[in-house]
């Protein structure tokens, strides 16, 4: 925080000290301005408009408001990265100053301090605002580039720029406001003669409907009376339902009484045959339990032939056992010794092996070697596997879909060429089918051929699309360019050979148009920023032919910018763009008279699918870093596997060793284990005992007796159980006989009743169909009733409050009757003309839209009262005091124009009505000479001194009336003017500035009159830069003014 204090009653805002580093031509400068007047004086190019600069750029002003360099970054001093603005500004009486600070270097970033502290550039832009500091009006600093602008302002940006000077932000805002007041009366005005107009059309058309509507509703009363007779024929339709469903219920009384009697004559019947059934149920069974006996008694039957036979079957197998036992006690010493020689071959090839593969410690030794380089192996290929597995997933997962993502935003972006062929084909089939041909066709001509504008041409930036839409013909961008006439005239013949004659063609031949580059820089001040061609991406041949017949790169495009001031756009510039519009410049070739249009600009028809090549161009940059990377991740893949390849042959050399030597140890010891058995064989056929024949013979004779014996138990069981079966296939056939006795005793008791039960389901089935019938009645019945009952709100006509009772009354009663009667109304309706239903709705929602119509006609008219009330109200507070501000500023400025012997006039001028406050502005009349009369102050009526001779004196006069900005800002006004007028200019600078507290006023001039008078208020700060010159603060300014003094009094 700086620690000088506003004690002297210094005005808040203005400037205590100005530094500057790296800033333009400056190193390092400090600038103590004074209160008042301060003149700025050195020879040019030493760096006077820095300041200027400084102060615009140090208080949020942007680089157009001075009007030089268009980037920040260009006022960083030759040869260094950064520069900074600092700028200490009074506050209020006995507060301390306050400090702003902005830095910023060659990549146009800037930073703000407030107290040299971070701030935002929005709080730096309040603070400011607070000072009433307005760096971008040029009744408060006007830059030397900016000069000749002040002339070229019109009356209503000056009267705008002097309130905001003098008048305040309150009287600027009453100007918006009563402007946009006006507006908004205006468009209401529009609206209420517009529905006013309309209001009288739509009654005199209602007027005209209402004959016909009149003959509508008589037709429609003949159609009410036709639905009363509709609604009474439902209630006697009604009535004949309900007299069917009473002759339905005395069927279904008659048919209940004939199925009871049959049900009374069937139950006796029922009875006997029931008891009858029961018995016949109970021999069934004792039938069915004799058949179970005797399958159970023939499966006994089988289960014992079946033990004799497997009996018989054992004995056999005891005498072949006896029989191989004698032969094996023979065979006994031939087996020995084949056992034996058997286990000297196993121990033989045992002892060979030993030798081959070698003894057990000799083998572990060998494995424990092999076990170190197959663990170190495994080591390094688990290692290289995982670096495998971690490249191939970044492959796989990260850069491949990342390579898939930009190939389909590309495709996605190129796919622009198949949609622009369609908006082709929709707007020329001929020109569609032309493409088709020459695609197949090219062959046949000379030099290039390119297909229709539309499809050839892309963009930097898509908007630019309807910029050429809205310049070139529609025809021309469906049009083939051609190099060679000779090929365009082939073309031509060919197309129109097929049919196709709405085909246009170009010819563009090489060099037949150099195209002249401009340098939009130039009219970067009114917001241009590119010309139309700039922004085009199409081959050089449609290039050459657009800027020939469109001059394109003579079209340039603006923004928001340059709309608000197309009126200074320069003259030599006929056609141009801002953001949603085209300004077309016509100069009379008889009167000279400019004539000005503009278009709003619609959305791109023909080129609405655009190639964004800038995207295409990056995301191909961004696709050939992504198939670098992929490229580079397969290389170590394969470097990989190359090691990985090496590792495993070196693993599968060393697995096969240590195999060898296990298969050699797995040899030995199954070798050892065989050799144990056939030991283990030996002596299990050395310690056979010694087989006793007679005994073994005696103990199988015992086993075949006691099979024998098994055997004749076996055969008395079967002869028991026979007998057992021959006597339940007797009982089995007598229940049959039984069984077929009572079957034949019932067969004439179940016929009567098979009768009696087909004549009750003939009754039951009469029954059913009447109770059918009485359903149906009831139902048919019951739905009329309510459909009637619908048609006559849910009233009956014997109710009191029946809404029909006297037309039913008059109606007939009988059914044939009202329908005759139906038919007499249906045919008179017929005869009439039925009308149109449309009509009647056209007309109701006439109505609705005049009755709409007449309260927006009083609400508009209220509203515009309660505008007109607004408007008087806020004009009686601000035109007074504007043209009491007026009047000081035309005093001062008059009295300031007479004294130079000249004559000036500061005039409140208004285009249009009074209430046209938009046209409200401020008028400066001057005269330099005698015999000529007051001419308004403009950039081609006075020369350039005069002009800054005006400009000078109008801010003095505004210095003069009030001090509402804390400091004003002019530099070289005085360019251009005579010496008189100089010198004069000078001395009321002097006086307006010092005679009484005002604002305070720097001007900057690279020259001064000798003998001019000043002021002890006046500060001259005298700027001299150059190599030589020493670092201002080694300056020893008392030592100096002694010198001068010295020296003045020796001459």
């Not at 159609?223 to 279904?252: A, F, G, M, P, S």
């Not at 039951?764 to 109770?771: F, G, H, V």
Request: glycine residues 4%.
């Amino acid at each position: 925080m700086s620690k000088v204090v506003n004690t002297n009653g210094n005005k808040p805002g203005s400037i205590y000290r100005i530094a500057l580093e790296n800033f333009l031509t400056y190193k390092e400068v400090e600038l103590y301005p004074g209160p008042s007047l301060n003149v700025i004086i050195g020879p040019n190019g030493t760096g006077k408009s820095t300041f200027v600069c400084a102060i615009i750029l140090g208080l949020c002003g942007k680089t157009s408001v001075i009007g030089r360099a268009k980037k920040i970054s260009e006022y960083v001093r030759c040869g260094c990265e950064q520069a900074s603005i600092e700028i200490e500004l009074y506050q209020k009486p006995g507060q301390r100053n306050v400090i702003i600070t902005r830095s910023f270097n060659l990549k146009e970033l800037s930073m703000w301090y407030i107290d040299h502290k971070t701030v935002r550039e929005k709080q730096v832009q309040e603070l400011i605002a607070s000072f009433n500091i307005q760096v971008d009006n040029l009744c408060q600093l006007l830059p030397q580039d900016r000069v000749q602008d002040f002339s070229k302002m019109n009356p209503q940006e000056l009267l705008r720029s002097t309130l905001s000077a003098v008048g305040g932000q309150d009287s600027v805002a009453q100007l918006d406001e009563l402007i946009s007041t006006r507006n908004e009366q205006r468009c209401l005005n529009t609206t209420l003669e517009n529905n006013a107009q309309m209001l009288q059309e739509q009654t005199r058309l209602n007027e005209r409907l209402k004959v016909i509507i009149d003959t509508m509703n008589q037709r429609k009363e003949i159609e009410h009376e036709i639905e009363i007779c509709e609604k009474k024929k439902l209630y006697i339709e009604y009535q004949d339902l309900r007299e069917k469903v009473v002759e339905y219920t005395n069927d279904k009384k008659e048919a209940v009484k004939l199925v009871t009697s049959h049900k009374s004559k069937m139950e006796p019947l029922e009875k006997v045959l029931e008891k009858a059934k029961s018995g016949i149920s109970k021999l069934e069974q004792q039938k069915l339990n004799a058949g179970r006996e005797l399958h159970s008694l023939k499966d006994k039957v089988k289960e014992t032939l079946n033990t004799v036979r497997s009996q018989e079957y054992t004995l056999k197998d005891l005498d072949s056992a006896f029989q191989e036992t004698l032969e094996r006690h023979q065979n006994k010493k031939r087996e020995l010794l084949e056992a034996k020689t058997k286990l000297e071959k196993l121990v033989t090839d045992k002892e060979r092996l030993v030798e081959t593969v070698g003894d057990e410690s000799r083998v572990k030794m060998e494995l424990a070697e092999l076990h170190k380089p197959i663990t170190k192996t495994n080591a390094a290929i688990d290692t290289l596997k995982k670096q495998k597995l971690e490249v191939q997933y970044d492959l796989e997962n990260n850069v491949t879909p990342q390579i898939r993502l930009y190939q389909n935003k590309i495709r996605n972006l190129e796919d622009v060429d198949l949609k622009r062929l369609e908006v082709l084909r929709s707007y020329s089939e001929d020109a569609y089918n032309a493409v088709m041909w020459l695609r197949d066709n090219k062959n046949m001509f000379e030099q290039p051929v390119y297909e229709p504008m539309m499809l050839e041409i892309n963009f930097t930036d898509p908007k630019f699309a309807r910029y050429l839409e809205a310049s070139v013909a529609a025809r021309d961008l469906v049009a083939f360019t051609f190099e060679s006439s000779r090929d365009m005239n082939l073309f031509m013949k060919k197309v129109r050979e097929l049919g196709l004659k709405r085909v246009n063609a170009v010819c563009s031949p090489p060099d037949s148009f150099t195209i002249q580059r401009q340098d939009i820089s130039q009219l970067s001040y009114l917001g241009f920023y590119a010309y139309v061609s700039d922004a085009l991406a199409a081959p050089a041949a449609l290039r050459r032919w657009l800027c020939a017949h469109y001059r394109l790169h003579r079209v340039p495009v603006g923004d928001a910018h340059t709309y608000t001031h197309s009126a200074r756009v320069p003259a030599h510039i006929t056609h141009f763009f801002t953001e949603n519009h085209k300004f077309s410049v016509r100069v009379s070739a008889y009167s000279g008279a400019k004539s000005s249009s503009t278009v709003e600009i619609r959305p791109a028809r023909l080129l609405a699918n655009t190639v964004d090549v800038e995207q295409i161009t990056n995301f191909n940059n961004q696709l050939s870093r992504l198939e670098q990377t992929a490229q580079s991740h397969k290389t170590k893949i394969k470097e990989i596997e190359t090691k990985l390849s090496a590792l495993e042959v070196s693993l599968n050399e060393f697995n096969t060793k240590r195999k060898r030597i296990n298969e050699g140890v797995e040899k030995v010891r199954t070798l050892s284990a065989q050799i144990r058995l056939q030991n283990k064989k030996i002596e299990d056929i050395q310690n056979e005992p010694t087989l006793n024949i007679e005994q073994e013979k005696e103990k199988c004779k015992r086993k075949q007796k006691e099979i024998v014996l098994q055997q004749c138990r076996a055969q008395e069981e079967l002869s028991r159980i026979v007998k057992e079966l021959q006597g339940k296939m007797l009982d089995r056939e007598l229940w049959t006989i039984k069984l077929d006795i009572s079957r034949n005793a019932i067969v004439q008791q179940d016929s009567q009743l098979r009768e009696l039960r087909n004549e009750l389901r003939n009754v039951q089935a009469t029954l059913e169909n009447i109770e059918n019938l009485l359903t149906r009645a009831k139902s048919n019945a019951k739905e009329k009733l309510l459909e009637a009952k619908r048609s006559c709100n849910n009233k009956l006509p014997q109710d009191a409050d029946f809404p029909y009772k006297q037309q039913f009354d008059e109606l007939p009663s009988d059914l044939t009757r009202l329908q005759e009667h139906c038919f007499e109304l249906q045919t008179r309706i017929e005869c009439m003309d039925s009308g149109d239903e449309q009509i009647i709705k056209e007309y109701e929602a006439r109505e609705r839209a005049i009755a709409k119509l007449k309260m927006d006609v009083n609400s508009s008219a209220d509203l515009n009262k309660r505008l007109e009330d607004k408007m008087n109200s806020l004009k009686a507070k601000w035109l007074p005091s504007l043209e009491i501000l007026l009047s000081s500023i035309n005093k001062g400025f008059g009295d300031m124009f007479a004294k130079m012997g000249c004559a000036g006039e500061i005039k409140l001028e208004k285009a249009g009505s009074d209430e046209d406050y938009d046209g409200y502005g401020v008028g400066v009349w001057v005269r330099f000479r005698a015999a000529e009369q007051l001419q308004q102050l403009t950039r081609h009526a006075q020369s350039g001194g005069e002009r800054a001779l005006s400009t000078a004196l109008y801010l003095l006069a505004l210095q003069a009336r009030a001090a509402a900005v804390p400091f004003r800002c002019v530099d070289e006004i005085n360019q251009g003017m005579d010496a008189i007028n100089e010198r004069k200019m000078f001395q009321l600078l002097v006086k307006v500035t010092t005679e009484r507290d005002n604002s305070q006023y720097f001007l900057l001039t690279p020259k001064l009159l000798s003998k001019l008078e000043y002021d002890e208020k006046v500060t001259i700060h005298t700027i001299m830069n150059g190599k030589k010159i020493m670092n201002y603060r080694q300056w020893q300014y008392q030592k100096h003014l002694e010198n001068a003094r010295a020296y003045r009094q020796t001459s």
